[in-house]
């Protein structure tokens, strides 16, 4: 090789190394966005399945059916606890907390008011 094909090769391989280098920490940023999109779709999806499990709690504690009830708000309580950590989260775990205990104790109309309560409180997130 002559000099002149040495220099360009070396000025090249340089380029070439500044682009690598500059490049590959940005794919990782990048990936990054996607995995927390979907963390955000999940906890979303969930908030909707909460909504949808506390209203059918309503329904059934309006009634008087205090079983169902509880089963429903049993299930709103666990897909709001994976529903991300929102204020109005809290709330509705405390709601659906008090429907369950007042359900268990037979109070039907004291845990549908909880549970509705706690369907508002999860309407408010979206």
């Known amino acids: 090789m002559t000099r002149r094909n040495t220099?360009?090769?070396?000025?090249?391989?340089?380029?070439?190394?500044t682009i690598l280098t500059t490049g590959?920490?940005?794919?990782?940023?990048?990936?990054?966005?996607?995995?927390?999109?979907?963390?955000?779709?999940?906890e979303q999806q969930n908030i909707k399945d909460a909504i949808k499990h506390a209203t059918e709690a309503v329904e059934h504690g309006k009634q008087g059916h205090?079983?169902?009830?509880?089963?429903?708000?049993?299930?709103?309580?666990?897909?709001?606890?994976?529903?991300?950590?929102?204020?109005?989260?809290?709330?509705?775990?405390?709601?659906?907390k008090e429907a369950i205990e007042h359900g268990k104790a037979g109070?039907?109309?004291v845990a549908a008011?909880?549970?509705?309560s706690a369907a508002t409180h999860l309407s408010q997130i979206q």
């Not at 220099?7 to 190394?17: D, E, K, M, N, P």
């Not at 008011?113 to 509705?116: I, M, R």
Request: glycine share 8%; hydrophobic share 45%.
């Open 66 to 96: 205090a079983d169902k009830l509880v089963t429903h708000a049993e299930a709103s309580l666990q897909q709001a606890m994976r529903g991300g950590a929102a204020p109005h989260v809290a709330e509705a775990i405390t709601n659906l």
């Open 24 to 42: 590959m920490p940005l794919q990782t940023a990048f990936g990054e966005g996607g995995a927390r999109r979907d963390v955000v779709r999940q």
């Open 7 to 17: 220099r360009i090769a070396f000025v090249l391989t340089g380029l070439l190394a």
């Open 113 to 116: 008011k909880h549970a509705e």
């Open 107 to 109: 109070h039907a109309d």
